[in-house]
């Protein structure tokens, strides 16, 4: 299942890209983002909140990449080898590959691929505390709306895949979206 998810958000960026890749590609078509929000990270013991930051570059109408910077700001209790714990998300970060398809003039429709990794810090009885540091590979998808040339929203829906853990989680956003 993990596989198929990855694989048709790789086809939905690529398929994206497409008219993108067949057009000669200019500098002056190259415009920048930047998002400020807020996330929901859940791996079906636990929801996790942060603020979320991304800064992301545009090429021309179908390609960009992004990174994101999140913190989080509240604790959940959860299983972590069979003891009952508080976890909380230090920070995370991720870089994408984003492919935009434009269906209003002013909204489009995204899909997403990256790689990124998560600061967990995990307090347990008797104080043992310790920090569970994981990478994933994230596929995702979402929509923007933009109410005039600058300021929008997005939301958006990206799984994150552990790569040595169990640590799966959905994670949901919103966020206020400013073209520069």
């Not at 545009?58 to 003891?83: C, H, K, M």
């Not at 003039?105 to 008797?126: E, F, K, T």
């Not at 799984?159 to 400013?178: G, I, K, M, P, Q």
């Amino acid at each position: 299942m993990k596989s198929l998810v990855l694989a048709a958000a790789t086809l939905a960026v690529l398929g994206a890209a497409a008219p993108a890749l067949a057009q000669p590609m200019s500098l002056s078509g190259i415009s920048g983002y930047g998002t400020l929000g807020v996330e929901d990270l859940n791996d079906n013991s636990a929801n996790i909140g942060a603020v979320t930051g991304r800064l992301g570059a545009r090429f021309g109408r179908y390609i960009g990449v992004e990174g994101e910077l999140s913190g989080g700001f509240n604790s959940a209790r959860a299983d972590v080898g069979g003891t009952r714990s508080d976890v909380s998300l230090r920070d995370q970060y991720a870089a994408y590959a984003v492919g935009f398809l434009p269906i209003l003039p002013n909204a489009d429709l995204l899909a997403r691929i990256g790689y990124g990794a998560s600061d967990l810090h995990v307090s347990q009885p008797l104080n043992n505390d310790f920090n569970r540091y994981q990478t994933t590979w994230n596929a995702g998808v979402g929509g923007q709306y933009f109410f005039d040339g600058a300021n929008g929203v997005r939301l958006d829906y990206t799984r994150e895949t552990a790569d040595r853990s169990d640590l799966d989680a959905n994670v949901f956003s919103a966020a206020y979206v400013r073209k520069f």
